[in-house]
């Protein structure tokens, strides 16, 4: 999901949403083979005290030599995000008493303020040693010298391809790792069981297609005597989520798909998926009229109010939810299906920056390897509702038998992550499409075609520049 999604959130979680440029790729759900090994990340942290004393990580193994004659600082960046923020601090605590000799310094930016942060102190040598970025960024990352290959001798090619889900491939760029992911984030549809039961639906039975989906939204809809929305059936708000609505999702199920196997080509107009799928996502707010751009701010916020009925939202959000509103009677259901089933895959990951030399690269490989142990993963599952990343953890019954984490896990395996120019820029011309139409009374098909054009134009230019190079 898009980073732009958390932006809105967070504010909740700072929206993107999710929210790039990484791999194109069919997300497929591995059957586990038996005996998986205990885990690259799962037991690989920690580092000696000075005294030599062999302490151990929280994965029970034996700590490295990191840090072990003399102490040393580094600095990780994330941006604000308070449940993240949170879970950061005590996990820090947490890695400082197995490794004594190494300090770690959490900074936090507005999201808004991130990548301005990254490219103005990382190329003066300055800022952090470990970076938590979205997997959309990563090409562009790598192309501007922010990052280095992750060091193969502790996190071996093999193992990370054995052991977690296909996804992780979006962070290999020019056959190497340059960062590793915590947690995946999927779509899904949340949804208020007591607005359910208030308009004569079945809490039980969600909408499970696109038909569906608008005669619920439709009997969700409460409008006061002047028209305006007191209830919205289903949340509208294209600069969040519904972006990659678009492209991951509903463009399958209509049965086309996003860009081409190379990534050069943009394939929304090559087949009538791409113009079907655009429509029925803004029929909701120009012919259904179930939801409204900007309704109570954002549509997590008049989702948490009880103000929107449905939402297409994030795996991220179930973490932000429970702490804000615990009371809110809602569930979760997998996204409803048209030709065919998908949904989205983005993930946050983490990396180490070029500055990171010397005894503080080692004490970064150090906490890389803590961030993507098999306790953290669960630890990242529990406070913010994200999923794991690795298939060993991911599929374990208590979380792929879980209400609400359960739907979004079950969804892995229909699950796509596009590959993008400029993440910024291709979600911006979605929202400018879908505002042209809503606002602007264009021709659906007209904004469409402009759509492709100008996407397409960033992919054209982006390959242009890399034949130079």
């Known amino acids: 999901m898009s980073s732009k999604s958390e932006k809105n959130n967070g504010k909740t979680e700072q929206r993107q949403k999710g929210k790039p440029q990484p791999a194109f790729f069919r ?61 950061i601090n005590s996990l820090i605590k947490e890695f400082e008493k197995t490794h004594p000799n190494i300090t770690v310094k959490q900074t936090n930016f507005p999201y808004d303020q991130y990548n301005e942060k990254v490219a103005t102190l990382i190329p003066a040598g300055k800022g952090p040693d470990v970076i938590n970025l979205y997997y959309g960024w990563l090409p562009k990352y790598t192309a501007s010298g922010y990052l280095q290959p992750l060091p193969k001798e502790s996190f071996p090619d093999s193992k990370i391809k054995e052991e977690f889900f296909p996804f992780v491939e979006a962070a290999k760029i020019g056959g190497s790792y340059y960062a590793i992911p915590t947690a995946v984030r999927t779509l899904g549809l949340y949804y208020n069981k007591d607005l359910f039961a208030k308009a004569g639906l079945d809490p039980a039975k969600p909408p499970a297609t696109w038909e569906e989906l608008v005669d619920y939204s439709k009997k969700l809809t409460e409008k006061d005597a002047k028209g305006e929305f007191v209830v919205e059936g289903m949340a509208w708000q294209p600069n969040s989520q519904l972006h990659h609505w678009y492209r991951d999702a509903l463009v399958y199920q209509a049965g086309g798909k996003d860009i081409s196997e190379d990534r050069r080509r943009v394939l929304w107009n090559e087949t009538p998926a791409g113009l079907q799928a655009f429509k029925y996502l803004l029929d909701f707010a120009t012919v259904h009229k179930v939801g409204t751009k900007d309704f109570y701010n954002d549509d997590i916020t008049a989702f948490k109010g009880g103000h929107a009925a449905m939402n297409i939202d994030g795996s991220f959000q179930l973490g932000g939810l429970k702490k804000d509103v615990p009371n809110l009677n809602f569930a979760v259901a997998p996204l409803p299906a048209y030709k065919g089933k998908a949904t989205q895959a983005s993930f946050w990951a983490n990396g180490i920056t070029k500055n990171a030399k010397g005894k503080k690269l080692e004490a970064a490989t150090e906490f890389l390897k803590f961030l993507t142990s098999k306790e953290v993963q669960e630890q990242w599952v529990e406070k913010v509702g994200e999923l794991p990343a690795s298939k060993a953890v991911a599929l374990q019954d208590k979380y792929a038998k879980d209400e609400k984490i359960g739907p979004f896990i079950r969804q892995l395996g229909d699950a796509n992550a596009h590959f993008f120019v400029d993440e910024k820029l291709e979600r911006d011309y979605f929202v400018q499409a879908a505002d042209s139409v809503v606002l602007n009374k264009v021709p659906a098909e007209k904004a469409f075609e402009e759509l492709v054009a100008k996407t397409q134009k960033l992919y054209d230019d982006y390959w242009a520049k890399q034949a130079k190079k």
């Open 27 to 87: 997300l497929a759900v591995l059957t586990l083979t038996a005996a998986l090994s205990a885990g690259l990340m799962a037991g690989c942290s920690g580092s000696r005290s000075a005294s030599g004393d062999g302490a151990k990580d929280a994965s029970g193994q034996q700590s490295g030599d990191a840090g072990k004659d003399e102490k040393v600082t580094i600095e990780y960046w994330q941006y604000q995000y308070p449940v993240k923020v949170d879970l």
